[in-house]
């Protein structure tokens, strides 16, 4: 056993002074970056929380994203341990106060593992088992960090959004029917008509790369149309569905990316031989937005006098526009609700 310090730790103790004060530089310069990034997130729509003064770490989520930063948000923090190892940790992060934390987790891991490595390419960041609450996990080298740097390292986690939101939306509730376009997925019917359109089609099509992340997506493009009023229509089941009872409560959600503000309309019916009853029909204003965003319905099956809906079954449509602008569609799900 040595009897008295090793060289490096006499070093150690002689610049002590040099060495926190050096300390010191740091937190106030990571805290203004820090900062700095807090602030070019707030103007892109994000709700920011600073920990620490100076500060050493910030999260970020989307406004409505329920339990504030106590629920699902991004993180980039630097805090000692992270300093040893000389990186920025970053994550998608779900806290355990969050209602339905696992079903929230399993679920978000869940739709973001089905687009495969393009996740991982795109957000620069590891989807991993463990631990359950952290859903994306990456780092940046500390050495050179600026909030440029940092700032895009966050809008890069934050192209997971609509899978947040999706996530959040499907936690307590049960699908029927889902598709994100993949291979295997269900498919829709797109050559529904009811010869009120220019063609049977319309203007739907599958694009490789109309999806999230650069995948296959469903593409509604502007001049032309398979139902009335120049819109366009699709079957999202092929099947009908009998899972569920009159006055179910159940729900839709679509992700969307529009480059006009348009309407999307979600329908329940019977068939021809039920005379075409509608049993659920909800229209949902839908923004100009780029990047995607989440439309979600809900309700209940409509009671009538003259249809027993859970036995004659109903087909589930879509609707969308009058389109003059692509509008791009990732993903499509029907369910019930508790």
Known sequence: MPQEF???????????????????????????????????LAERGFTTVLT???????????????????????EARAFPE????????????????LDNQEQVCNGLRQLLRRHGARVPEACAAATPDEPREDILKGSLPIEGITSGRLLEAIA???????????????????????????????????????????????????????????????????GEHNFRNGTNILMLNRGLFHDFVNAQAVYGCATVAA????EL?????????????IAFEQVREVRQ?????????????????????AEEGLYAYLIAGP??????IGSLAVGICP
Do not use: M
């Open 6 to 40: 090793s060289p490096i730790v006499k070093d150690w103790l002689a610049n002590q002074d040099v060495l926190l004060a050096a300390e010191d530089r740091f937190r106030g310069e990571w805290g203004d970056i820090l900062r700095r990034v807090a602030g070019r």
């Open 52 to 74: 620490g003064e100076p500060p050493e770490e910030v999260k970020a989520l989307r406004p409505g994203w329920p339990g504030g930063v106590c629920g699902v948000h991004y």
């Open 82 to 97: 992270q300093r040893r190892r000389g990186i920025v940790d970053l994550s998608l992060h779900v806290e355990q106060d």
């Open 156 to 222: 890069r986690l934050a192209l997971t959004d609509s899978f947040v939101e999706e996530a959040l939306f499907l936690a307590d509730r049960q699908p029927l029917w889902r598709t994100d376009f993949l291979p295997g997925d269900p498919e829709v019917a797109i050559d529904v008509t009811f010869g009120q359109g220019t063609s049977e089609r319309g203007g739907w099509e599958f694009g490789p790369h109309a999806g999230r992340f650069q995948g296959r997506g469903l593409e509604a493009r502007p």
């Open 259 to 262: 480059g006009e503000n348009t």
């Open 265 to 277: 309309t979600l329908c329940l019916q019977t068939d021809k031989s039920h005379g075409w009853a």
């Open 289 to 309: 937005c780029e990047s995607w965003q989440l439309v979600t319905w809900q309700g209940r099956i409509a009671g009538d006098e003259g249809h027993d809906f």
């Open 323 to 328: 389109v003059t602008r692509p509008l791009r």
